[in-house]
């Protein structure tokens, strides 16, 4: 076999294992194309009726709780009442695993929950009646500030997966994480193994902008540093509502440190109560997002810029009059 036979035969080889491999990086590079192929594989054996093709694609969890015997006469009643599935809208992230498809039948119009484990088998399946697209606005009208006193690191903040670990979360998006450190940059004191030690605890959290509180989560224990609690994501938390449309979400606060209620009318600066470690925390800091509605999980992210930023990095500080912080900037109110 001569050199250039060779090559040209392993050119074509590499080519399907390089489209593979394309194809692989784009999925990752879009969280929402994992539960597409999924949901047209499932579109596709509804409306050819090949109901232990649907089995296929369920965890064993999901076998056991829908099995054939119940899954085919359910889905023969779905098609005889609505007809044969017509289109299907991009999928709506709600949660890590979680997306949302609107799905128009011939006579009706469903938003299809689907939810995916880690092997991409569908662990949860829910017809719902379809949501009104709540508006979100390109950018806010709201003047916010930061909510806080003194330098705080942002450890996550950003328009990309790489520059904010919330970024495939659609009502996070453009969250932020915040901790306090000193001026040689450290959060902690000691070992960091207790909150008291980490500069961020108790610290007091401010409102970002005048409103009206319309949720107040109280009650939740602040967690040991390194232990998590994602069974009460948000642990303590603040929602204001600044204008129609414009939401502040604050999270972790300090167990029963929460100095304001439901009903209440806040000012710009205001205590609201003091930083901690509830929630799916690690560490104590603050979480800020701003989200189109005071219901969480219907939420959509808005890029938020803030007023009278004083920002610090590589050993350079500078004053910015709008500024949307991210990860790494060490920022204060000017």
């Not at 808005?302 to 007023?307: G, L, R, T, W, Y």
Request: charged share 20%; net charge negative.
């Amino acid at each position: 076999m001569n050199r250039s036979y060779w090559m040209r035969l392993c050119h074509w080889k590499l080519v399907p294992i390089i489209l593979v491999l394309l194809a692989v990086i784009a999925m990752a590079e879009d969280p929402g194309e994992r539960f597409k192929v999924v949901m047209d594989r499932l579109v596709d054996a509804i409306n050819r009726e090949d109901y232990p093709r649907i089995q296929q694609d369920f965890n064993k969890e999901m076998l056991d709780a829908f099995p054939l015997s119940a899954s085919e006469p359910f889905f023969k009643d779905l098609t005889a009442r609505c007809g044969k599935i017509k289109s299907v809208a991009a999928p709506r992230l709600v949660a890590p695993g979680t997306a949302i498809f609107q799905t128009h039948f011939d006579g009706a119009v469903f938003d299809v929950k689907l939810v995916l484990d880690d092997r991409d088998k569908i662990a949860g399946l829910w017809l719902l009646a379809p949501t009104s697209q709540i508006p979100a606005p390109e950018e806010h009208t709201t003047v916010l500030k930061l909510p806080f006193e003194g330098q705080w690191l942002v450890l996550w903040g950003g328009d990309t997966k790489e520059l904010n670990q919330h970024h495939d979360v659609p009502n996070q998006m453009y969250a932020f994480d915040f901790v306090r450190v000193d001026s040689a940059g450290n959060s902690f004191k000691g070992q960091g193994t207790q909150n008291e030690d980490y500069l961020a605890f108790g610290q007091a959290v401010l409102s970002p902008a005048d409103g009206i509180v319309t949720d107040v989560i109280q009650g939740v224990r602040d967690n040991v540093p390194g232990s998590m609690n994602p069974f009460s994501a948000l642990g303590n938390a603040v929602f204001i509502k600044h204008r129609d449309y414009e939401v502040s979400v604050l999270a972790h606060f300090k167990q029963n440190s929460i100095c304001v209620k439901v009903g209440d009318e806040v000012k710009q600066g205001q205590l609201l109560g003091l930083c901690g470690n509830s929630g799916n925390s690690s560490e104590p800091h603050i979480h800020y997002h701003l989200q189109n509605t005071p219901i969480i999980q219907d939420g959509t992210g808005i890029k938020c810029v803030f007023s009278g930023v004083e920002v610090s990095r590589d050993s350079k500080t500078r004053t910015e009059e709008r500024y949307s912080p991210i990860k790494g900037d060490i920022v204060a109110n000017k």
